[in-house]
């Protein structure tokens, strides 16, 4: 007999029932417990490469957002500097008008200032030549002599020369 080691049949089944047990989750659960973890993973991987792509569109998007906004700004900056030229080649050409008109208008007063000149100057002599006559008349009727005559003509020179 041995003393210290003794057969216990309980011990042995047990061992044989834990290694029915491993087999058998080995055979059915170990499998699709793993296919599910590499599932999970492949999900889990997916979702990261997924979520790197938008990231990376994200950043497409936004550089060509970007781009835009500087292009908006460009043609805003021409857009006012055309409007900044047009605006001061109108006053220019405002402003030329208006001196051009300020021309026209003073060559037509000085015309007018001319015109009313010639004929003040006109009547003038109209009335010194008739009060000429009304003099020499009168004076005809006098007795003219050298030294009368000599001093109208004088008179006469003398205020024709003034009008002038």
Do not use: C, W
């Not at 990261?48 to 906004?69: N, S, V």
């Not at 021309?103 to 037509?108: F, L, N, S, T």
């Not at 002599?125 to 004088?154: W, Y």
């Amino acid at each position: 007999m041995l003393v210290g080691l003794e057969f216990n049949a309980t011990l042995l089944a047990q061992i044989v029932d834990f290694i029915i047990l491993l087999v058998f989750l080995r055979l059915v659960v170990y499998k699709p417990l793993v296919k599910v973890l590499g599932d999970r993973s492949e999900h889990i991987a997916g979702n990261i490469a997924a979520a790197e792509q938008e990231r990376q569109e994200a950043e497409q998007l936004k550089a060509g957002y970007e781009a835009e906004m500087r292009r908006a700004r460009e043609q805003t900056q021409e857009i006012i500097q055309k409007a900044t030229k047009a605006g001061e080649d109108q006053a220019l050409e405002i402003i030329e008008n208006a001196k051009n008109e300020a021309g026209r208008i003073k060559d037509a007063a000085l015309a007018e200032i001319e015109r009313e000149k010639q004929k003040a100057v006109a009547e003038l002599r109209e009335q010194v030549a008739t009060l000429s006559v009304l003099v020499a008349g009168k004076i005809i009727n006098k007795n003219m002599t050298n030294q009368i005559q000599r001093s109208m003509i004088d008179n006469f020179i003398k205020e024709a020369g003034e009008l002038q």
